[in-house]
């Protein structure tokens, strides 16, 4: 998909594709070594950085870069609330944009007009608090995969027994009985 959106994006005479990468951690260096214009940014790229802390980090460290985010439309609540703090550095669209749009949100970000799906805008201004703290939710995200808490651990810097404990505040919070059943209630809410 990556290798189609780049070959879509060169074909346009203004517009010039500087790198094509595999993983989230991959973006931020070579965007703070070569300082694009607009970064896109798919919800779907693997790495331990989430979509909402590649944008935070690249907004931080880029005064001059505009990032283009696309998202699921199941994205969580939380990142999307994140991601419309950070307007207009930071656009948003969902990942079944038509390839013009894609293309009209990179010039209009690049410009610094806010490029923001009204669909997802809507769920992260409406959307109830989460009880839970950044860290319990990137803990009850990957436990939700069926991640064990020795890999959560392992791929968030943190011993086991601290991932334990950020999922035992999770369930008290959550008002629920069992991991599986914070994570339904998270998921249902749009904190996760």
């Known amino acids: 998909m990556r290798a189609a959106v780049a070959r879509l994006l060169s074909e346009e005479e203004d517009l010039q594709v500087i790198a094509e990468l595999a993983d989230a951690e991959a973006v931020y260096s070579v965007a703070t070594r070569v300082r694009p214009s607009v970064v896109l940014l798919d919800h779907a790229l693997p790495g331990t950085l989430t979509v909402s802390e590649v944008?935070?980090?690249?907004?931080?460290?880029?005064?001059?870069?505009?990032?283009?985010?696309?998202?699921?439309?199941?994205?969580?609540?939380?990142?999307?609330?994140?991601?419309?703090?950070l307007v207009p550095r930071v656009g948003i669209l969902t990942e079944e944009a038509t390839p013009s749009e894609l293309i009209d949100g990179i010039r209009q970000i690049a410009r610094g007009i806010p490029v923001l799906d009204a669909r997802?805008?809507?769920?992260?201004?409406?959307?109830?608090?989460?009880?839970?703290?950044?860290?319990?939710?990137?803990?009850?995200?990957?436990?939700?995969?069926?991640?064990?808490?020795?890999?959560?651990?392992?791929?968030?810097?943190?011993?086991?027994?601290?991932?334990?404990?950020?999922?035992?505040?999770?369930?008290?919070?959550?008002?629920?009985?069992?991991?599986?059943?914070?994570?339904?209630?998270?998921?249902?809410?749009?904190?996760?």
């Open 55 to 85: 944008c935070e980090k690249l907004c931080a460290a880029l005064p001059d870069c505009a990032v283009l985010t696309l998202l699921d439309r199941r994205s969580s609540a939380t990142m999307l609330e994140i991601l419309t703090r």
């Open 120 to 192: 997802l805008t809507v769920v992260a201004l409406t959307y109830g608090n989460s009880p839970l703290t950044q860290r319990e939710r990137d803990v009850l995200r990957r436990a939700s995969g069926g991640t064990p808490v020795k890999e959560i651990a392992a791929e968030m810097f943190l011993s086991c027994g601290t991932v334990r404990n950020y999922l035992s505040s999770s369930i008290t919070k959550t008002g629920a009985r069992t991991r599986i059943e914070a994570i339904r209630i998270a998921h249902e809410a749009g904190w996760i």
